[in-house]
């Protein structure tokens, strides 16, 4: 029987009982990963378990906002704790909150500093922590055991996007980070790149012209796309259509495996060719 390509792996994916994460969770689990589901909400993450175990696979649940304090320390000690020392670790989990400039408040630029920036820097701190003593023995050991920070960005990090300042400011200096951090955590042979999404079907994508809003981190956020705004984009993405959970969760699969073992510092763009 062959082994799978993330046979016993430890896997921590934030954001990951809906969408894109759990998506990922899914695909991760059947290579054989071992997933540390993260969530706000108990109902989905525990979804998300019950699906990974009744396939087989192993999954424990994590439920909190990756914006509370403590939560990096946190998260990891209940990854190794279930499974050991981590192996992967995606930072997904995130939200937009959109304005124009002019209508822009100090509330919605902190916010998204929260979740897209800050967040992620304690969770690669967090990791990088906890693994540094197993990657300094295996060096001594003569021994090259890679690990993956993927960090989740969007196009509109790359090219901006009118009303999202905030989002797109917070995105372009994640791809600063992960640049940075290919650069500090090579020598702990950790793999770090950036995966930039552009128009995914999720429920924060929505097609809808009904108005709709979530509550996350206390703030009341907007969701959805209106029909005549997704058919835009449609016409622009050279693909033909915007694309689905498992397709975008397929791009960060690609930075998770062993194939990926001499790839850092990267940012690929999963948007069917999209440009904005």
Request: net charge negative.
């Amino acid at each position: 029987m062959m082994s799978k390509n993330l046979q016993n792996k430890v896997a921590l994916i934030t954001g990951s009982g809906r969408g894109i994460g759990k998506a990922l969770a899914l695909k991760l689990a059947s290579e054989g990963a071992k997933i540390v589901i993260n969530d706000l909400d108990e109902a989905p993450a525990q979804e998300a378990v019950s699906e990974i175990k009744a396939a087989g696979g192993e999954a424990i649940a994590f439920v909190g906002s990756v914006t509370a304090e403590g939560f990096a320390e946190n998260y990891i000690a209940a990854a190794i704790e279930a499974f050991g020392t981590p192996d992967i670790l995606v930072n997904n989990a995130g939200y937009t909150w959109d304005s124009l400039l002019h209508k822009a408040e100090d509330e919605q630029f902190d916010a998204m500093y929260d979740i897209h920036l800050k967040a992620p820097f304690q969770l690669n701190r967090a990791f990088t922590k906890a693994v540094t003593p197993a990657a300094k023995n295996e060096a001594e050991a003569g021994i090259e055991v890679f690990r993956k920070i993927i960090n989740i960005s969007s196009i509109a990090g790359e090219y901006g996007n009118i009303g999202q300042v905030n989002y797109s400011s917070m995105k372009s200096a994640l791809n600063g980070m992960t640049k940075t951090l290919s650069k500090e955590l090579g020598r702990l042979k950790i793999n770090v790149n950036c995966v930039a999404f552009g128009v995914v079907e999720t429920r924060l994508t929505q097609v809808t012209d009904v108005k709709k809003t979530i509550v996350v981190d206390g703030n009341e956020v907007g969701v959805g796309i209106p029909e005549k705004v997704s058919a835009g984009f449609a016409r622009m993405i050279p693909l033909g259509r915007s694309g689905t959970a498992e397709e975008a969760a397929n791009g960060i699969y690609l930075f998770c495996t062993p194939e990926s073992n001499y790839i850092s510092g990267q940012t690929v763009v999963v948007g069917g060719g999209l440009r904005m």
